[in-house]
C-alpha cells in the first residue's frame, strides 16, 4: 500500500448531471477526509469519517453532496445535478489518531 | 471557529539560504493543532509537521522548524538550507484538539532560484 489513491484523477461532466468520486485510503487508518480546493485556495473540510461512522460534515456539503464509507474501507463522494460552482479539486486524506493526514492526488471536477 | 492567515501570497529565497514563512492564527479552542503542508505542482498535500498548542518545545523536522509564539498566536515554518525542490506551495492549518479536521490558510507560493 503506498498512499491514498482516488480515482477519477480528472472528471468533465455537465451540468446537471450526477458524479461520484472514490477514495481508498491507507489500509491501517480508521480516519478518512474529504476536502475541496478551489484555485487559488486552500483545502476546506467537507465531511470526517471514523471507521464507517460520519462524524462530522461541514456547512459547505449541500443536500446535493453525499459521502459513504460502506465497510470502514474505501470511500466514495457524490455530487448529485452539478453546477459550475462545484468545479474544483476534491482531496481525499487518511490517517489514523496521529496528527498529521496522508493526502491523495486528489480528483480534478470540471462542470462545463 | 478558527482562523488562518498566510500573509505572504509568494516569497522567493536563494538555494541554500533559510526562508520564514508567516503563519498567524485565531481560535477560541484552549486546545488545537498547527500544521504545515506542502502543495507542489503536482497537486498532492504534503505533511510536513505539526506543532501542539501545549508542546513546550517548539518542533522540528529535519530541515523544517516551527517557530511557535502562542502569546503572538503565530506559527512560522522555516526551512533551512532551500532546495530548488523545496519550490512550491506551503499552507498553515490548524484544528481543534489534535485531530485532522483542518482548516487552512490562502497558502504561500515558494520560489527558490538556483
Known amino acids: 500500500d503506498t498512499g491514498v489513491s482516488q480515482d477519477p484523477r480528472h472528471k468533465i461532466t455537465k451540468r446537471g448531471q450526477n458524479v461520484t468520486f472514490r477514495c481508498d485510503p491507507i489500509s491501517e487508518h480508521n480516519r478518512l477526509y474529504w476536502y475541496r480546493q478551489t484555485l487559488g485556495q486552500g483545502p476546506e473540510f467537507l465531511t470526517y469519517f471514523q471507521n464507517e461512522a460520519q462524524l462530522e460534515k461541514s456547512r459547505l456539503l449541500s443536500d446535493r453532496f453525499s459521502a459513504e464509507r460502506p465497510k470502514g474501507s474505501f470511500s466514495t463522494l457524490e455530487i448529485q445535478r452539478t453546477e459550475q460552482g462545484d468545479s474544483a479539486m476534491y482531496l481525499c486524506a487518511s490517517t489514523d489518531a496521529a496528527p498529521g493526514a496522508f493526502f491523495g492526488q486528489g480528483t480534478r471536477l470540471t462542470v462545463v | 471557529a478558527q482562523k488562518i492567515t498566510q500573509t505572504q501570497p509568494g516569497m522567493f529565497v536563494q538555494e541554500k539560504e533559510a526562508v520564514t514563512l508567516d503563519c498567524t492564527y485565531d481560535t477560541s479552542d484552549p486546545s488545537y493543532g498547527l500544521f504545515w503542508y506542502k502543495q507542489p505542482s503536482s497537486g498532492e498535500m504534503i505533511f510536513l509537521i505539526y506543532?501542539?498548542?501545549?508542546?513546550?518545545q517548539n518542533a522540528t523536522e529535519g530541515r523544517y522548524s516551527l517557530n511557535f509564539q502562542k502569546a503572538r498566536k503565530s506559527a512560522n515554518l522555516v526551512i533551512s538550507a532551500s532546495q530548488l525542490g523545496d519550490s512550491a506551495m506551503y499552507f498553515c492549518a490548524m484544528s481543534p484538539n489534535a485531530g485532522n479536521m483542518l482548516t487552512f490558510g490562502g497558502g504561500t507560493r515558494l520560489m527558490v532560484k538556483p
Open positions: 506543532q501542539g498548542s501545549y508542546d513546550q
